[in-house]
């Protein structure tokens, strides 16, 4: 299997902190690459679009700073997630600010475009593509995408209903390149374990909502930390795409989360109407039973690489 040096060096563990719709930001992103892994952020998350211009100039020289600094162990790099479907009409404007300020790793998501894997390509970027299936894992790569993200069930947000089992053996029969797994990853030993099953690394994403720097109300913290897998419910009701939420904030929002109605995948939309509705209707992942505290960014990253080297160990004695 094939990892680009981006994917490689500087990190203290295999993983991805995933890109956390609305919550995800500067501040969250600066520690995460600090502490060892790669930080992420969606661009659509910089509102108004100027915003995303001075995101970007923040976290390049928070981490310039950084490195410099510490130039025996310097900071992961960071990534931006783009949203690649038709209602997102900042595209253009946000791969322009990726490219200005060479954003060294690009996450795409829902549709996958040449013209945007070529203009990250111009500088020396990667493009990994979070895809659901083993179809969109050939269109992606087809469209020139550098590596992937199998969403597998479990995940947080847009989530895939398929076995991580299963979707990463039919992907690693014909793919060698960078391969992620995303689903109910909350734990070192849970990384490993997507190491075992063919994946480079792991694609963090509902434990960092309850941390310190997360641009979360603590309310919704405080439910992940006290809820398990059984409080998350799959519906396609809030973006026109299915994906995982906490049912207290369904019920919270004055809805039942056991009868919720089917949405039109036509009305998808990630415009600000949209953005009003992810603040109440909380998205996560069924990994959050590992999830009891609202820790620091550089807290939970040691603690899950403390449990990665405990599990490696524990193999090797097995």
């Known amino acids: 299997m094939t990892v680009p040096p981006i994917l490689k060096d500087n990190l203290q563990l295999p993983a991805i902190a995933a890109p956390l719709f609305i919550i995800s930001h500067p501040p969250l992103v600066i520690e995460q690459c600090k502490a060892g892994v790669i ?10 679009a100027e915003q995303l211009d001075e995101w970007l100039a923040e976290i390049t020289e928070s981490l310039a700073a950084y490195n410099a600094a510490h130039p025996d162990q310097p900071a992961a790099p960071f990534a931006v997630n783009q949203i690649v479907h038709k209602s997102n009409d900042r595209l253009e404007h946000d791969v322009e600010m990726c490219i200005k300020y060479k954003v060294p790793v690009v ?7 040449p013209e945007l894997n070529e203009a990250v390509h111009s500088y020396g970027g990667i493009v990994l593509h979070d895809i659901i299936n083993n179809r969109f894992a050939h269109k992606a790569i087809e469209k020139g995408a550098d590596g992937l993200i199998a969403v597998a069930t479990g995940a947080g947000g847009h989530a895939g209903t398929l076995s991580p ?8 029969q014909w793919f060698d390149g960078p391969l992620l ?26 434990a960092f909502i309850a941390t310190k720097e997360a641009r979360a109300v603590d309310a919704y913290k405080e439910m992940i930390a006290s809820s398990g897998a059984e409080d998350i419910v799959y519906s396609n009701l809030f973006t026109g795409v299915h994906g995982n939420y906490l049912k207290g904030s369904v019920e919270a929002a004055g809805m039942d989360p056991d009868n919720l109605p089917e949405s039109d995948p ?3 939309d990630f415009g600000q109407e949209k953005t009003k509705a992810w603040k109440d209707i909380w998205g996560c992942g069924q990994g959050i039973g590992a999830v009891t505290s609202v820790p620091t960014t550089s ?3 040691a603690r899950l690489k403390v449990e990665y080297e405990a599990a490696k160990k524990r193999l090797l004695a097995a």
């Not at 930080?39 to 108004?48: D, E, T, V």
């Open 39 to 48: 930080g992420s952020f969606p661009a659509l998350n910089a509102r108004p």
């Open 266 to 268: 036509s009305a998808m």
């Open 107 to 113: 996450i795409t998501s829902l549709g996958a475009r």
């Open 165 to 172: 089992l299963a979707l990463i053996q039919e992907i690693r």
């Open 181 to 206: 797994l995303s689903g109910a990853i909350a734990t070192g030993d849970a990384i490993l374990a997507a190491q075992a099953m063919g994946a480079d690394m792991g694609y963090v994403g509902s």
């Open 299 to 301: 807290e939970l990253v």
